[in-house]
């Protein structure tokens, strides 16, 4: 009974510094960037219990396998048999049953937590979300908003109904914590409220093909007047640049993700940048040099692996669904990238 009262204590004491070694030393805490959203609270919670789980599970194994290997070594010259120890019933019992009920406590704690995080707002703002390689795009029904960037107010629920057009992405906020997959050919649903004004990024946290590393937008919490404020600016911007084709094929290309592989400002991204793009001289795979004209920005667009640009990898799929306005729109406004 004395070595168990000693590893009894030995076990609490450890598990106490572990636990406080983790914390105090930030391991534990600093893993997570801050709190942002209101779902952030309780999976934290969760997380901080769980660390007390495992200090305590460590301190567990550790001591009465370092208290044994001390106390109970064969010494120097012992050549006697081993004590024939018979099983213990009560011991088999208890560390079956006490484990059981960690288990289905934790399993409590767990569900609890995700039912914080999944709380439904019936106020709640609804915002498209289209993921495709290597771009996410963000739709404000009913204010003809299509933005490359993602605007929320602070302090009120926003779900995002999400789509893929092609691979499956997932979208996460390091600062939400809430994680959720886009899955080509359904909606799928992701609830936040933030918290804290501020500026965060989304990042794609599946693997989704070569540029993967860099799918990645803006995510900017503005206090609630300053989101009115961005709401009506954008949604004025988006009616006047409806009424022009350059305007038009802006927002097209952002409609269609273009933006996620082709940069306007000259910076090298997974296919060539538009910027000067039209009317140049384009040095093409097979080592011949082709205009940059509208019937080769057209044939481009809806079959661009037939003239593949010197350098880059053959990724572009076909947007063989635009309309010839449409293409038209996208020329005009690639016009005027100078």
């Not at 605007?151 to 979208?171: A, C, G, K």
């Not at 802006?250 to 269609?256: A, C, D, R, T, W």
């Not at 011949?288 to 509208?294: F, I, Y």
């Not at 667009?301 to 038209?328: C, E, R, T, Y």
Request: with cysteine.
């Amino acid at each position: 009974m004395r070595h168990f009262v000693i590893v009894g204590i030995l076990v609490v004491v450890m598990a106490v510094l572990t636990y406080f070694g983790l914390v105090v030393a930030g391991v534990a805490t600093q893993m997570h960037p801050i709190e942002a959203s209101l779902q952030s609270v309780s999976i934290d919670w969760l997380w901080h219990w769980e660390i007390m789980a495992i200090s305590f599970l460590f301190s567990l194994i550790i001591v009465p396998m370092v208290y044994s290997m001390v106390v109970f070594r064969r010494k120097k010259g012992d050549t006697t048999d081993a004590e024939h120890i018979e099983g213990n019933t009560t011991l088999e019992i208890t560390w079956t049953v006490i484990p059981l009920i960690v288990v289905l406590i934790l399993a409590y704690m767990g569900a609890y937590s995700l039912g914080q995080t999944r709380r439904v707002d019936p106020n709640a703002i609804v915002i498209k979300v289209k993921a495709q390689q290597f771009t996410w795009t963000f739709e404000y029904p009913n204010t003809g908003i299509i933005s490359e960037e993602l605007h929320l107010p602070v302090n009120q629920q926003v779900v995002l109904q999400m789509e893929s057009t092609d691979v499956i992405h997932s979208f996460w906020v390091p600062e939400f914590r809430v994680k959720q997959d886009v899955v080509p050919g359904r909606v799928t649903e992701y609830r936040i409220t933030p918290t804290l004004v501020g500026t965060y990024k989304v990042r794609c946290a599946e693997l989704c093909g070569m540029s993967h590393y860099a799918m990645e937008s803006l995510v900017i919490v503005d206090a609630q007047a300053d989101y009115t404020t961005w709401i009506d600016q954008q949604s004025k911007a988006a009616f006047e640049a409806s009424q022009s084709p350059e305007g038009l094929g802006k927002l097209l290309i952002v409609q269609n993700g273009c933006i996620g592989c082709h940069s306007t400002d000259g910076l090298k991204m997974a296919g060539p940048t538009w910027f000067e793009l039209y009317g140049s001289a384009v040095l093409l795979a097979d080592g011949s040099t082709v205009t940059a004209d509208d019937a080769y920005l057209r044939d481009s667009i809806l079959n661009p692996k037939a003239q593949m640009v010197d350098g880059f990898p053959p990724i572009m799929p076909a947007f063989d669904k635009l309309s010839d306005s449409d293409i038209a729109n996208i020329i005009a406004y690639l016009k005027t990238l100078k």
